[in-house]
């Protein structure tokens, strides 16, 4: 078993939008024999883009899953891919794909180098401490500079980038690549489909970069190993490509590096060896730390180790819906053996769940397995209720594995359907599809009785709506876009709430006395602190109060926003021997928030968006000075090929339609990237403005 976990790797592909993950993909399905044809996402025939919305709009919506092999130097390695989006509304496919894969390859746009939502899924590997290999593609585009890219990995992301090829040539005269392990030039057959390359010796021209760069690479390796630094200095090409290959791979899984290669997948170049480069430096399961969980009976922590004979623990990271065999639950296997048609324990719900059958993914197409094993990442078929985040496990020995977080939705429509007869089916549909995404959310407005979706930006609740027209049959009315709000306490409120019910019999009775005031900065949620001494009211009586400021937390004094973040310090209270219970003290809770909040200083907070512009220099005034009355600060302006990027932090509300404003002040020129950074506290000015709209906020 441990040789197979040795070959397996579980990888992701991430990037900003139109960095070419999905053509990357292509490129491998094609050169592993897993695809006849090369997919094309401009013409809306890639394999792993399989939605008709991401066909239409050649972007990547969903993360897709497949599975691939291929022979490395004679030893055949099974890959696990999951080509993820690049678009900043669909966040949450990389956040819950990162957290179960092993790896990742980023790719970046020689052109455009490190743009923000590089950035973004940069943080969220390091988040889940993932080695990763680099692939600055499209080395063909006008104004591609490998090394420039390179300076911006370790500016920007405060990388160690440490290339292992050299491009040959750049732009239109882009051929190949200078492989500086094994000091060899790879020239691709411009006439085929990039199958067929030639090993040759290193271009003269090149000689003395490639010399430069790979006295670099093996000076680093030899470093590493006191045997390979006394090769080195006797004779620095001693040092044989194997020795090199097992250093970088250490150094990488280590997080000390991160090896960069190059290519133009659309132009088939560079594809292979980026294959090789996953197989030799990524890790397989066997060499990521064994996962970690709490046992809900002991509430001890356990360890799972990557190995079929331990107990089975698997996590569910993506549920969706097919419409041939229904929902699936996508899950990594952490340990064990799953076999079809047997039971496991769901310990995040309690329940038992019997998976009918287990399904290998290949983008929507799914091939039926017997069994599964430790390290792998399958569809699981059959289930009643599993979530995204879910701990599957073998029931004799329970295990609660680390959920995933996702963020907070920043935009909101109202929606109603055309017609009477949709009103079930949508209310339906919409819950199906929040159970498909964290990042939507649904809800009634208990004023209006209106439906609101809630999602990541427009274009997410755009996709939303198609997906209920194309896959539901329900066609809608939509509101406008609104700014998802948040409320926050600003002040500190200390309060004593006696809540008292008698209706003849066994009456309710709480009594709690506490603190309420803004979360210490960065606190996300209720940060509850109990300062009760003496036994003034039960332990047992405490997680009922927490609990009920939770729940208050979802409904604001102010404008019945949910709060952002509340500290809650329980100092002191009282109970009564028969009237008093979990629920009562619940309920005291509740309605001791209220009460509270009244008396403090209630604020508004906004989404606050990190922008991006890139204009030609002469739209640089206009910009800053139309971004200026959109409430926005500007950062600062950089300079990038031939552009000027300006960077903004700007409230999401002064942002809509704000792409065509951008084409009507540059003429077509300018395009911008967004995504959503923090919130922050509406002005005062504003706030009033904007609690009398919302009132007002019907669908139209």
Not at 406 to 426: C, G, H, R, W, Y
Request: negative net charge; charged residues 25%.
């Amino acid at each position: 078993m441990s040789g197979k976990l040795s070959h397996t790797r579980n990888i992701g592909i991430m990037a900003h939008i139109d960095a070419g993950k999905t053509t990357t993909t292509e490129r491998i399905l094609y050169y592993t024999g897993i695809s006849y044809k090369l997919g094309e996402v401009h013409e809306g025939t890639a394999t792993m883009d399989w939605m008709i919305q991401e066909q239409e709009r050649g972007i990547t919506i969903t993360s897709a899953a497949t599975t691939v092999y291929w022979d490395c130097r004679g030893e055949n390695h099974k890959i696990n891919i999951i080509d993820t989006p690049g678009h900043v509304d669909f966040t949450v496919e990389v956040e819950r794909s990162l957290r179960v894969l092993d790896g990742a390859v980023a790719i970046f746009c020689a052109v455009g180098g490190v743009e923000p939502q590089s950035e973004t899924v940069w943080k969220q590997a390091d988040k889940y401490v993932l080695p990763r290999i680099s692939f600055v593609n499209k080395m063909d585009r006008s104004g591609a500079d490998f090394f420039g890219v390179i300076n911006q990995m370790k500016e920007k992301l405060g990388a160690n980038p440490i290339p292992l090829q050299i491009p040959i040539g750049e732009e239109e005269e882009f051929s190949g690549v200078v492989d500086l392990v094994t000091n060899t030039a790879l020239i691709w057959d411009t006439d085929a489909t990039g199958s067929a390359y030639t090993v040759t010796e290193v271009p003269e021209e090149l000689k003395e970069l490639v010399e430069e760069y790979r006295l670099k690479l093996i000076e680093g390796v030899a470093e590493e190993d006191e045997t390979l630094f006394e090769k080195f200095l006797a004779d620095h090409n001693s040092i044989t490509p194997d020795e090199m290959r097992g250093i970088i791979r250490k150094a990488t899984l280590e997080h000390r590096i991160t090896p960069v290669l190059c290519g133009a997948s659309f132009r088939n170049k560079g594809v292979q060896p980026l294959l090789d480069a996953i197989v030799s430096y990524l890790p397989s399961p066997a060499d990521i730390e064994s996962v970690k969980g709490i046992n809900p009976k002991t509430e001890a922590e356990e360890v799972r180790n990557a190995d079929a004979s331990e107990p089975f623990s698997a996590l569910a990271f993506k549920i969706a819906t097919d419409p041939f065999v229904g929902r699936l639950a996508f899950v990594k296997v952490y340990s064990g053996t799953l076999v079809a048609g047997s039971y496991v324990l769901n310990t995040s719900t309690g329940k038992k769940e019997r998976i009918a059958r287990i399904m290998q993914m290949h983008a929507n197409k799914q091939n039926p397995l017997q069994q599964v094993e430790a390290g792998d990442i399958v569809a699981l078929v059959g289930f009643k209720e599993i979530r995204t985040g879910d701990s599957l496990c073998d029931e004799k020995h329970p295990i609660l594995l680390e959920t995933i977080t996702f963020p907070e939705p920043v935009i909101s429509i109202a929606v109603e359907p055309k017609t009477q007869d949709d009103v079930d089916k949508l209310d339906l549909a919409l819950n199906k599809l929040a159970e498909e995404d964290p990042t939507f959310s649904v809800r009634v407005d208990e004023e209006t009785g209106q439906t609101i979706i809630s999602g990541m930006g427009e274009l997410h609740l755009e996709i939303i709506a198609d997906r209920l027209r194309r896959e539901f049959k329900i066609e809608i009315n939509k509101g406008n876009p609104q700014v998802a709000y948040k409320e926050a306490l600003a002040s500190v409120v200390a309060h004593r709430e006696v809540y008292k019910k008698q209706t003849g019999g066994k009456g309710r009775f709480a009594d709690i006395m506490f603190e309420i005031g803004p979360a210490e900065e960065g606190f996300r949620g209720l940060q509850f602190i109990n300062e009760i001494k003496g036994g003034n009211i039960p332990k047992e009586y405490i997680p009922a109060i927490e609990k009920g400021f939770r729940t208050a937390m979802q409904n604001g004094v102010l404008a019945g926003f949910s709060l952002e973040s509340l500290k809650v310090k329980l100092l002191d209270g009282s109970y009564h021997n028969v009237d008093s219970d979990s629920l009562a003290f619940e309920i005291c809770a509740k309605v001791a928030f209220k009460e509270a909040a009244r008396k403090g200083r209630n604020v508004l907070l906004e989404p606050v968006m990190r922008l991006e512009v890139n204009v030609p220099d002469e739209y640089v005034g206009d910009i800053t000075s139309d971004l200026n009355k959109r409430r926005a600060s500007v950062e600062g302006i950089e300079t990038r090929n031939r552009y000027q990027v300006v960077k903004a932090h700007v409230p999401l509300a002064e942002m809509f339609g704000y792409v065509t404003s951008l084409r009507t002040i540059t003429s077509g020129r300018g395009n911008s990237s967004m995504e959503f950074s923090h919130y922050a506290e509406l002005p005062a000015t504003l706030t009033d403005e904007v609690i009398y709209k919302l009132k007002g906020y019907l669908v139209k």
